[in-house]
């Protein structure tokens, strides 16, 4: 039983599991501000009427539905920024370092 608590310990597997979690929540907020803030604003910008996730041009009988793919772009842009600038402030960087 002392080898797995060290195991755990040692391995990170409890910053693994809480990190997990945040990560899903974060994830939530931001789909949330990019649905309902962002890609209202890029519509109008792009002159998409129904929303950027509808927006699409046509080439000939093709339709290009380019929207969704700008909105999902989008956030992972901004989970990844989340991300970064968490890590960056809280200083995790500096635990992460491999044992001597």
């Known amino acids: 039983m002392k080898g797995f608590i060290n195991f755990i310990r ?28 962002i890609n209202p604003l890029l519509s109008v910008v792009l002159g998409a009427t129904e929303g950027l996730k509808t927006a699409s041009f046509g080439i000939g009988s093709a339709q290009i539905l380019y929207g969704d793919l700008i909105s999902v772009i989008i956030d992972f842009l901004i989970i990844a920024l989340v991300v970064y600038f968490g890590f960056k402030m809280l200083g995790i960087e500096k635990l992460d370092k491999p044992k001597a």
């Open 10 to 37: 040692e391995q990170g597997v409890i910053g693994l599991a809480i990190g997990f979690i945040l990560g899903g929540a974060v994830s939530k907020v931001v789909t949330a501000l990019v649905t309902d803030i």
